[in-house]
């Protein structure tokens, strides 16, 4: 009987993968969330995390400290203009 029922689970999870309609979702729209929510949330965070440790490093006196501050500050032009480099790649691409 447990088995039916695992056999039952993974035949709908394949049939809402192969057939996405049925699942009412989509995947040029699930796509474009998780493109969103990474553009608008984890890049900045993770651009203000990385001069936070550049910071850190700085204040320490790592000897690689410069090196730090100058990825973090590359980093930090990358995640706030992320949005700015999709549409200019989207504008190259349509």
């Known amino acids: 009987m447990k088995f039916n029922k695992k056999l039952v689970f993974l035949l709908s999870i394949g049939l809402f993968y192969f057939f996405p309609e049925l699942a009412l979702a989509s995947v040029e729209s699930t796509l474009s ?3 969103d929510k990474l553009v608008s949330t984890i890049l900045p965070l993770v651009a203000i995390l990385g001069l936070v440790f550049a910071g850190f490093s700085f204040v320490m006196g790592s000897p690689s400290a410069r ?9 930090a032009f990358v995640g706030f203009g ?10 190259l691409v349509n």
């Not at 480099?85 to 504008?91: A, D, E, Q, S």
């Open 67 to 75: 090196s730090h501050l100058i990825l973090a500050i590359i980093g």
């Open 33 to 35: 969330n998780v493109q």
């Open 82 to 91: 992320s949005q700015s480099i999709v549409n200019f790649i989207r504008g």
